[in-house]
């Protein structure tokens, strides 16, 4: 239905009303007046000074000086594509969200792939976490999936969220990306906040070094909640499969291509785009329901914890394809916006303190990052349902609302955007029961650092093994100081003895000074249950 005949998808369609087309045209300033000179500005006699009055120069230079934003705080530099997303089967017995309904709706949606720690300008095959960002421009507004290429993440509250980045990008006093103080901040963060271990051995291994954005999964990290119409909740996870598989390239291969071709995950996407050579990934989603919530040994709110998959499996639900490149990389991939908290009906948030705090920060930059609080307006964030509210002005407002008024329930025009009730399709908060005292703690479930780090070595192949010790004797190697990279080796015995061990050889460190694994504790899948019930029949 949202597709017309030309193959355009109702968001190409709206996208379109905004392209312009220079084919030919005559050159105007932005005020359409038509320019005679473009080369050459006004000045008093032939080698004489430019008049202030030349506004055609003043303009043209004005606009240019002007033409850089803020890059991303993090994730700055991305690519991104145009696609849609269909489901396989309905999903209504789990979630009302219209896009996950009905097979042949076609959703929109726009994808922007991103490492995390480098700038704008910073190569493609660094050793890092991917971005993988999904905006669904359904009927019922825009969805946004922001996730990464791995299932965790290194910390499990917002509020460490700042130190965390401040401790991976460069310092302060010199901004040289791999100085190799910065190894020693982000490798001293790590040793201070051992619930990023289990993230460190993804970071470390070679999902870290994606071959390309077509062959990379996607994972929503948080766990969030389907709702379906009549008010039955599921905790989900949200999962993205690439239909050609999960590859990675070599350790040297990348270094070599961050020399030779610093844009080799871009380039391949926009080639394979071009050539027609679509990329696919399969739409996948684990869920508990609401009453198995305390049925496993971990908190299945915490961010640095899978859901085992032998023992919740990914339901496979749908596709997405992305076909087309973007017209404009400003325009579209830059200004994109993203944001967690943009959801529809029949999806919402869990009380795990990582993504409470991102449904603050997003908007929050983009205030900034964007210009303003209009930025809903920039063609590629509009929603292609209509948008209705008494919301005004501000920097940049594009939208002309008829007056006289602008506020809910006024006797004078009476006419101003009604809310909608939820059995109409207005969203609805899920009425989660809640009760505590305040305080600024983590609960206990969430202090199990290592069991899960430890399944993840265990799940490894000899060569993989192989890789992420020598990825960690990399990257301690350029840390400076010896206690912290000694630190770095207790710790990981704390995850596996030999995995420490072999890391401690080369390093100039010592064996873990640290005895015990928690390898020992944890390894079978089915320990990470309280119960032998299974949770999906
Ligand atoms: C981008 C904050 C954790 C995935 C961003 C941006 C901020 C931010 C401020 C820049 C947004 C912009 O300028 O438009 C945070 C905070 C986090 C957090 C405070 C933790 C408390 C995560 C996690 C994931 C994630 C756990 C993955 C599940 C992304 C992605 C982008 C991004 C993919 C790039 C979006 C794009 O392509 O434009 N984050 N983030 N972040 N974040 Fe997070």
Known sequence: PNVNNQNKTSKDQQLEQFTVDNDGKNLT?????????????????????????????????????????PERIVHARGFGAHGYFQVYESMKDYTKAKFLQDPSVVTPVFVRFSTVAGSRGSADTVRDVRGFATKFYTEEGNYDLVGNNMPVFFIQDAMKFPDFIHAVKPEPHNEIPQAQSAHDTFWDFVVHNTESAHMIMWAMSDR???????????????????????????FVKFHWKPVLGTHSLLWDETQKLAGKDPDFNRRDLWDAIESGNYPEYEFGVQMIPEEAEFDFNFDILDPTKVWPEEIIPVKIIGKMTLNRNTDNFFAETEQIAFHPGHVVPGIDFTNDPLLQGRLFSYTDTQLSRLGGPNFHEIPINRSVAPV?????DGMHRMTINKGPVSYHKNGIAGNTPKPVPPEKGGYEHYT??????????????????????????NSMSDVEKMHIVSAFQFELGKVQRKEIRQQVVD??????????TRISEGIGTIPPQTSGSASSESSPALSMMNTVKLPLT
């Open 29 to 69: 300033t932005n005020q359409g007046l038509n320019v005679s000179e473009d080369e050459h500005s006004l000045k008093v006699g032939e080698r004489g000074p430019t008049l202030m009055e030349d506004f055609h120069f003043r303009e043209k230079m004005t606009h240019f000086d002007h033409e850089r934003i």
């Open 432 to 457: 989660e029961k809640v009760e505590g005292r305040k305080v600024q703690a983590r609960s206990d479930s969430f202090k199990d650092h290592f069991s899960q780090a430890a399944m993840f070595w």
């Open 208 to 234: 870290s070094l994606p071959r390309s954005f077509r062959m990379m999964e996607g994972f929503g990290v948080h766990t969030f909640r389907f709702l379906n119409e009549e008010g039955k909740a599921h």
């Open 491 to 500: 710790l990981f015995a704390h995850v596996d003895s030999d995995l420490a």
């Open 388 to 392: 209705h509210n008494n919301q005004r």
